[in-house]
């Protein structure tokens, strides 16, 4: 029996049995932690849109631009209309359907006389625009008609309708990516304004 | 037959991953300046589909973005100009690649981290199994007498 002899070993005749190891319970728990980790990360992840890119804009100066008004209007929109007070941009198209969706929001908020709505008509036909402001009802102080969609690049559109709360200074403060709702006029884009528009009267 | 099919098959695969969305009317004559238009725009992200290029998707933007690429190089922008032209406007997320930097350190060396974690649980691992071997008591008597009454049942 002894071919079946264990290979040679330093044996100690004296050590005690294995002792239950507290180490083993701690190795088996790393998966469960890990996958907890990445559990908690994920439902945080999918709370998120995706579609929703912050702006790199936020603080600088509006770009440079100048652009004729749409069909029919008279006031265009340049960067040098959005000095001197604190204005809201909007970025709108007449085949864009979240853009009929906040359009009435839109009206109301230019009844109320808080702060001038400028538009900014991406990629429209001049016939289209003109209908839909026509038809819909025209919200906007100024408009400028982006035929090409160049100046909306400038500005880091991507997907209409978006809208910009510029300061005093002409900064970008805000950006609202997508439709308005009320909820986002009453909780985000207006508290906004108020607080630009106190923050030049305190000084 | 066969061959034939496979051949169609592979043509196919081909051309549509040399496509690209870029059409004809896009394209610039001098082809040097084209291919690095190609090139730039392979790497920058369409926003409105996010997980395409701009190369490859026929978003309006994408289109709108291309044509851009092609406008910026021609007026003699160099690669870097051009990347950093968008960049400027729509920020590091437009760059399918994302730039090594403070805020994508963990996304660059977060890998990095793990597989050295785990290198570490395997390496404890398997010194304690080491050390277990090395401490090993001897059978007892008792045990002794057990295990010759079951090896001569075998």
């Known amino acids: 029996m002894n071919t079946n002899a264990a290979p040679e070993l330093d044996i100690d005749d004296s050590a005690e049995l294995p002792k239950p190891r507290t180490g083993m319970i701690r190795i088996y728990a790393i998966p469960l932690i890990g996958f907890a980790v990445i559990a908690v990360a994920f439902a945080i992840g999918l709370t998120m849109d995706p579609r929703e890119i912050p702006s790199v804009l936020i603080g600088k100066k509006v770009p440079e631009f100048s652009l004729s008004a749409v069909q029919g209007r008279t006031l265009g929109l340049s960067d040098t209309d959005l000095r001197g007070e604190v204005s809201l941009v909007n970025v709108f198209a007449s085949w864009c359907t979240a853009c009929r969706q906040e359009h ?37 102080t100024r408009t400028g008609a982006d035929i090409n969609g160049r100046v909306a690049i400038d500005w880091g559109v991507y997907g209409v309708p978006e809208t910009f709360v510029v300061d005093k200074e002409g900064r970008i403060a805000y950006k609202q990516i997508g439709a308005i709702t009320q909820k986002i006029l009453d909780e985000k884009i207006l508290p906004f304004v108020k607080r630009l528009q106190n923050e030049g009267d305190a000084k | 037959m066969k061959k034939a099919i496979i051949a169609a098959l592979s043509l196919l695969v081909l051309t ?3 496509a690209g969305a870029v059409e004809p009317s896009e394209m610039l004559k001098d082809s040097v300046l084209e291919q690095r238009a190609r090139d ?84 404890n691992f398997f010194r304690r199994g080491f050390k277990e071997v090395k401490t090993a008591r001897a059978l007892s008597q008792e045990e002794e007498a057990r295990f010759e009454k079951i090896i001569d049942q075998v």
């Open chain 2, 16 to 18: 549509t991953s040399l």
């Open chain 2, 40 to 123: 730039i725009s392979k790497g920058l992200r369409c926003l409105v589909c996010q997980n395409q290029s701009i190369d490859e998707s026929n978003a309006g933007l994408a289109k709108d973005l291309r044509i851009l690429v092609r406008d910026r190089l021609s007026a003699g922008d160099s690669d870097q100009e051009v990347l950093d032209f968008v960049v400027a406007r729509y920020g590091d997320f437009v760059l399918l690649s994302p730039p090594f930097k403070l805020a994508t350190l963990a996304l660059w060396l977060g890998p990095l981290g793990i597989l050295g974690a785990a290198g570490l649980v395997y390496f």
């Open chain 1, 104 to 140: 009435p929001l839109l009206m109301d908020l230019a009844k109320r006389n808080i702060v001038p709505i400028h538009g900014l008509n991406y990629k429209d036909k001049p016939d289209d625009a003109q209908e839909w402001l026509d038809g819909l009802g025209d919200p906007y």
